[in-house]
C-alpha cells in the first residue's frame, strides 16, 4: 500500500509541476502569435473584457499528461505488466484523440478569426468515429463487453448490440458536455478536480494502478492549470482541454466497468449540456421564449447576478454530492 501511494503522490505532483511550468512558458508563446479568445456578441457583456485572453492552454497540460503516461508505461515494460496496461493506454489515446479534435477547433478559430471554428456537424463527426473505435477496440481485445453493471442492487444489463450506440452517446454527450462547462474562469478545472478526487479514492481502495495514473492526471492537470485560469483566468484550456478532460473522465468509468457511475459523476457536465438543448427546444416549441435568461445554466446564474466565485463555487459543491452518490454506485 505505501509502495501504491508513493506512486500516485509522485505521479500527481509530476504531472502538477509540469502543467505548472508547461503554462508558464505556454501563455507567452501564445500571446506572441496572438492566439486569444474572441467573445461572441451574444455571450454576457462583461465577458467582452476577457477578449484576447489566450486559449488552447490545454496544450501544457495535456503535453505534461504524455510525458508522465509515458514514464508510467515504460516503468511497467520494464516490471513485464505492459499487457494488462492495454485498456489504460486506450483510454489514454481516446482522451488525446479527442484532445486533437479540440485543438483543431482552436486552430481553425484563429486562423480565420471567428468564434466557431469547426462546423457542429464535423467536430461531432470526428467525435463520434473517435468514440466508435474506441469502444469497438476495448470490445474487440476483451476489455468490455456487453453488459453494463447496474449499481445499488448488484446485478447486470445485458444491452446486446444496443451497447455500442449507447456507448458511442454517453461517450460523445458527456465529453461535450465538459466543453460546455469551460465557460467561465475556473469552472471546468475545479469540477475535474473534485472527479479526480474521487477516482482517486477508487484507486486507493482498489490498489488500481491504470485508475491511479488517470485520477493523478485529472488531480495534476486541473490543480496546475487553476493556477493560471482561477478568476481572473490568464489563459483558457480551449476546446483543446475541455474536450481531453471530458474524454478522459467518462473514458476513465469506462474502463474500469462503472457505466452508470460514470454518468452520475459526470452529472455537472451532463446537465450544463441539457440546458443549452432544452434551452434551444423551447425556444422553437415556444415561438420564441427562452426557458434560461441564457444557456447553458452557468450563464443563466452570471445573468441573475451571480459572480463567478459564487458559480465556480456552487457547480464544485453540486460535484462533491454527484461524487459521493459515485462513490456507492461504484461499489468500492
Known amino acids: 500500500m505505501r509502495e501504491f501511494g508513493l506512486e500516485f503522490f509522485i505521479t500527481a505532483i509530476g504531472v502538477f509541476l509540469l502543467t505548472v511550468l508547461a503554462e508558464w512558458r505556454l501563455i507567452p508563446v501564445l500571446r506572441s502569435h496572438k ?3 474572441r467573445i461572441l456578441e451574444i455571450g454576457p457583456r462583461w465577458h467582452k473584457a476577457k477578449e484576447g485572453t489566450p486559449t488552447m492552454g490545454g496544450i501544457g497540460f495535456i503535453l505534461a499528461a504524455l510525458i508522465v503516461s509515458a514514464v508510467y508505461f515504460i516503468v511497467r515494460a520494464a516490471r513485464g505488466t505492459a499487457p494488462f496496461e492495454i485498456p489504460l493506454a486506450l483510454t489514454l489515446a481516446f482522451a488525446a484523440a479527442n484532445g486533437a479534435i479540440g485543438f483543431i477547433d482552436d486552430y481553425c478559430k484563429l486562423v480565420k478569426k471567428r468564434n466557431e471554428g469547426l462546423t ?7 467525435q463520434i468515429a473517435v468514440a466508435a473505435a474506441y469502444v469497438a477496440v476495448m470490445r474487440y481485445t476483451g476489455f468490455v463487453d456487453t453488459s453494463v453493471d447496474l449499481p445499488f442492487i448488484g446485478r447486470s444489463l445485458e444491452l446486446g448490440p444496443f451497447f455500442y450506440p449507447v456507448s458511442v452517446v454517453v461517450l460523445v454527450g458527456v465529453i461535450n458536455g465538459g466543453n460546455l462547462t469551460d465557460g467561465i474562469d475556473g469552472l471546468a478545472s475545479s469540477v475535474t478536480f473534485v472527479i479526480g478526487g474521487l477516482f482517486a479514492l477508487v484507486a486507493f481502495v482498489w490498489r488500481d494502478h491504470a485508475v491511479g495514473l488517470l485520477s493523478a492526471i485529472l488531480l495534476g ?3 496546475g492549470f487553476l493556477i493560471y485560469n482561477f478568476h481572473p483566468a490568464k489563459v483558457f484550456m480551449g476546446d483543446t482541454g475541455s474536450l481531453f478532460l471530458g474524454a ?5 468509468a469506462f474502463m474500469i466497468r462503472a457505466h452508470f457511475a460514470g454518468l452520475i459523476v459526470s452529472g455537472v457536465f451532463i446537465f450544463e449540456m441539457l440546458s443549452s438543448f432544452l434551452q434551444v427546444a423551447w425556444f422553437k416549441l415556444t415561438g420564441g421564449k427562452r426557458l434560461f435568461k441564457m444557456a447553458p445554466f452557468h450563464h443563466h446564474l452570471e445573468k441573475c447576478g451571480w459572480n463567478e466565485y459564487a458559480i465556480v463555487a456552487f457547480f464544485a459543491a453540486c460535484e462533491v454530492v454527484l461524487c459521493a452518490v459515485g462513490w456507492f454506485a461504484v461499489g468500492a
Open 35 to 37: 492566439a486569444g479568445q
Open 120 to 126: 457542429w456537424y464535423q467536430k461531432l463527426t470526428l
Open 221 to 223: 492537470a486541473s490543480l
Open 248 to 252: 478522459l473522465v467518462i473514458g476513465a
